[in-house]
């Protein structure tokens, strides 16, 4: 029994991120986790890059320059369709967890990603044509 | 409900997940609200820097980014010590990102206030 | 008869000891309608007695013969090989995930049965305990006596296997043991109360669904877990016994 320190044969937590064989729940989790971060990350910039509107016009106005740049925007396009992905799994994840419709959870990520992928088209059109 | 019995530990944790569930939804409503008013409501969008002072000069937009910046950053924060739970961390690594993540959290809070109502006062 | 038979190779995990691990290469003639694991032991009876594997009851029963066929957890005993790779094709066999190897294709659950202990777990049940499933009615017994059922978790691992949480915690008790726990429900139970909403329960769970995905004998876990949260949410905010 003493022989019996071997440590299981988990992984890296690289392989959280390892779609492959599994099903459409991971890759849920999986895009779930990635948007989190990102948008985390996001939300540092965000409230970084406010805080010049304090240092008046100029400070701004020089960042919104900056902000017309469409290497920018497609920036911007990728945090919105992360916050719309990641907030509208997010209620399923929520839902399940609750007890409702834990056996459409499939199917629920497939409206999830419906209603986020047609929003994204929707945000960048209007984004690269404004 | 007496919370004695159990180690608090335990009830840390799901009170902190309910948090998240309650900031989440939250955040899904207030968001909506923002982007929508934000973006659409001006003439192509808060673009320059008057219209970012008038747009706050409107305290129930103060109110509402402020509601914003107290559920976000906890739900982002919770999310982010749920990712760094799943590395395994020992007990003593687990308290001190407790710490860090309490620390930051406030920062930001106090921060994001703070620059809502100077922004709110610009106008 | 020959026509019917298909040349299937099979990639085999291998690690002895501290050795380092690799895969093997046996190619044999299979009947597709065989089962994974009726190729493994031919394998071994024929080609290499060195391997090592665990099965039992050839009828997913016992829940030992667990492994991964072409990266997807499976009872092997229950797996055609007609639904897994053609004429020709390849079928990659590996051992749980998870869970330390013995050797080969065998790995230890020592982990699982514990902790299985630890919820209270009870792997046969009298029939009047069996759980309520949601439009079928409770079987009405009509004589007095141990009519005693299995329950529907057989402790095969397959899902702890398949845990994108488990994979890089040891710690969390993981889909079977939380599903086990639900037997009783929480309310008898201070102490599995405090197991299950711990720092190595319901909350670590990311909905990630595999469990389910993976489980042979429809225990469903990720809906067991969503079950407790449910009850640790009443009980522990709302202060409701539900």
Redesign the interface.
Same mark, same amino acid.
Do not use: Y
């Given at each position: 029994m003493s022989e019996?320190e071997?440590?299981? @044969?988990?992984?890296? #937590?690289f392989? #959280?991120f390892d779609v492959?064989?599994?099903?459409?729940?991971?890759w =849920? +989790?999986v895009l779930?986790?990635l948007t989190? *971060?990102g948008?985390?990350l996001y *939300?540092?910039m965000h *409230?970084i890059v *406010?805080?010049t509107?304090?240092l008046?016009?100029e400070a +701004? @106005?020089s960042f919104?320059e900056l =902000?017309h740049n469409p290497l920018f925007i497609f920036g911007e396009l990728l945090v919105?369709a992360a =916050?719309l992905y990641h907030?509208l799994n997010?209620?399923r994840?929520?839902l399940?967890? +609750?007890?409702v419709a834990?056996?459409y959870?499939k199917q629920l990520w497939y409206v999830v990603m419906a209603i986020a992928v047609i929003g994204s088209i929707i945000f960048a059109i209007s984004m690269f044509t =404004? | 409900m007496n919370n004695s019995i159990s180690p608090p530990k335990s009830g840390q944790n799901t009170w902190l997940w309910f948090l998240k569930m309650v900031t989440g939804l939250v955040i899904v409503l207030v968001l909506s609200v923002h982007l929508i008013v934000n973006h659409y409501l001006p003439e192509g969008g808060l673009m320059r820097y008057e219209d970012v002072i008038a747009y706050f000069s409107n305290p129930l937009v103060v109110l509402m980014e402020i509601i914003f910046l107290v559920t976000v950053v906890p739900h982002a924060l919770i999310g982010v010590r749920s990712i760094i739970l799943d590395l395994n961390p020992s007990k003593g690594s687990t308290r001190l990102i407790n710490w860090i993540l309490a620390l930051v959290g406030a920062t930001a809070i106090i921060y994001g206030i703070w620059l809502a109502l100077t922004v709110a006062s610009l106008a | 008869m020959s026509t019917s038979k298909w040349d299937v190779t099979f990639l085999v995990y291998r690690k002895k000891g501290q050795g380092t691990p690799h895969y093997d290469e046996f190619t044999i003639k299979v009947n597709p309608d065989e089962y994974v694991l009726d190729a493994i032991e031919r394998i071994w009876a024929y080609q290499d007695r060195s391997l090592v594997f665990a099965h039992a009851c050839h009828h997913s029963t016992c829940g030992a013969c667990g492994m991964r066929v072409n990266g997807v957890e499976k009872l092997t005993c229950i797996t055609l090989i007609r639904d897994v790779t053609a004429d020709g094709g390849k079928v990659k066999v590996d051992p749980l995930r998870n869970f330390p190897i013995i050797s080969d294709l065998t790995v230890d659950m020592g982990v699982l049965y514990t902790r299985m202990d630890e919820v209270g777990h009870r792997p046969v049940l009298p029939l009047s305990e069996e759980p309520a499933e949601p439009g079928v009615k409770p079987v009405k017994i009509a004589a007095e006596g141990d009519i005693i059922r299995l329950a529907d978790c057989i402790e095969c691992g397959l899902c702890i296997s398949a845990c994108p949480i488990a994979n890089t915690t040891s710690g969390y008790l993981g889909p079977a043991v939380l599903a086990g726990a639900l037997q009783h429900g929480l309310d008898s139970d201070q102490h599995l109360f405090s197991l299950v909403e711990g720092e190595n329960g319901v909350w670590r769970c990311h909905s990630a669904f595999e469990c389910t995905e993976v489980c042979p004998s429809y225990v469903e876990p990720a809906g067991k877990i969503m079950e407790l949260r449910k009850q640790v949410i009443w009980k522990r905010i709302f202060g409701i016994a539900k």
């Open positions: 019996r071997n440590k299981p @044969n988990t992984s890296n #937590w392989m #959280w492959r064989h599994r099903d459409i729940g991971d =849920a +989790f779930h986790r989190a *971060l948008l985390v *939300l540092g *409230l *406010l805080g509107l304090t008046g016009p +701004f @106005n919104i =902000a919105v =916050a907030g997010g209620l994840v929520g399940t967890s +609750f007890g834990i056996p959870q =404004a | - | -």
